[in-house]
């Protein structure tokens, strides 16, 4: 049975050109929803409440949210008797960061998704477990940081490679048996020398 949740019946991406809608989205318990729907397929409202430790009524009334802002669909394929079960309609979502900085709320908006981003990094980080998984996945799994003197084009030029390895990586090993689901963060952010790092007690650091 055809699953509009899996990676390959997605449609590419949902590009948001709307603070408000975007707003929508950067809720922290709708993004947790949304991104178990894209990940792990369809699921009735208490099967996510399950997964994220809230009710079923939260969890429903913040699909409905999703649903009425076209970020999740009804999944007419799996119906059950008694809830609905949905299904995210896109693999990612996107938006113009630049659009949208051209207001106070479209950059509040930009903002608060940009930390969510984060927040679920930390989980994902967070619920990783060493002992549940072989040597060889331990040793690949991880962060790292660098920080570099780049100008944009040389970004945004990393960013384009990164996302080509990315989609030749998940095709030629699609039918690999050793494949798992595997999370992949890509982040680029420019910062000021003078507020980057730790400040003295003058500046407002407490060095006790």
Sequence with gaps: MPLRSTVED????????DAQVLKVVAHPLRV???GLLRS??????????RKVGESSGSTSYHLRELF???????DPD????????????????????VEL????????AVKVVHLRQAEMVGRLMEAFDPGDWADDWVEVSGMSDHVLSLPPAAVRELKDRVE??????STRYAADPAARQVTVWFGAMPRNREDAMPRNREEGRDDR
Excluded: N, P
Aim: no cysteine; proline share 0%.
């Design 10 to 17: 997605m449609e590419e991406q949902y590009k948001i050109s």
């Design 32 to 34: 947790r929803l949304l």
């Design 40 to 49: 792990d397929g369809a699921a009735t409202a208490s099967e996510l409440g």
């Design 68 to 74: 009425k802002y076209g970020f999740i669909e009804e």
């Design 78 to 97: 799996r119906r059950d008797g008694r809830e609905r079960r949905w299904r995210a309609r896109h693999r990612y979502t996107s938006w113009d960061a």
């Design 101 to 108: 900085s051209g207001t106070e709320e479209g950059r509040e």
């Design 164 to 169: 080509e390895l990315v989609g030749e990586l």
